[in-house]
């Protein structure tokens, strides 16, 4: 029950920050193309699911800071998230940072795990690969996982598929209201 009410919340709050954010780009930019509408579609949605979050997960930190490399979307964020959009020039910082902080982390590992392999019965090599590997592969599919232990990148991964499940569900549902709406006639 308590997660119903609060997917229902989420799901109120990404659909308010969503038209938010369609309504500021259709003011801005009044002739689009399609490809540009799309975009704008995905922009808004992606910093409209990641407002949700408040900043409080690195994924959506990630899509905030990906989507503030582009200048022309600094207003849009600050107007659908409420808060100042992040700075292009601390961006690089901070990555760097992040970059010399985790080669030590796991310089630090893999002296820990020689020190261990000999005593270590178990998991082949064949195993170690494939964890690794989609380990990787998850890496690459969460925003801002590049960066992310594994323990890290479980809990950041299980928040994500929630609200892209919220986003997913929000959507589809205006897909639906819209269809209803606007019946698509052949030409």
Partial sequence: MKERMQNSSLKQEFLKNWIKGLQLHTNFN?????????????LS?????ASTR?????WSRALISDASRDGSNKTLIEKISGREAPRKDSF?????SKKIMKRSRVTRQIRARKAVLPSVVGASLIEKKLVKSRTRALKRLVP?????DEI??????????????????????MASVA?????????
Avoid: H, W
Avoid at 54 to 58: E, Y
Avoid at 92 to 96: D, E, N, S, T, V
Avoid at 179 to 187: E, M, N, T
């Fill in 30 to 42: 009044k002739n689009t193309t399609i490809l540009e509408r799309r975009k704008a579609i995905k």
């Fill in 45 to 49: 949605a992606d910093i409209a699911i």
């Fill in 54 to 58: 408040n900043s409080t997960t690195r």
């Fill in 92 to 96: 690089g910082l901070i990555r760097c």
């Fill in 144 to 148: 801002g996982g590049e960066d992310m």
């Fill in 152 to 173: 890290s990148l479980i809990k950041e991964t299980i928040d994500y598929i929630v609200s892209l499940r919220v986003q997913v569900d929000v959507m589809g549902r």
């Fill in 179 to 187: 269809d209803r709406l606007i019946p698509f006639k052949s030409l």
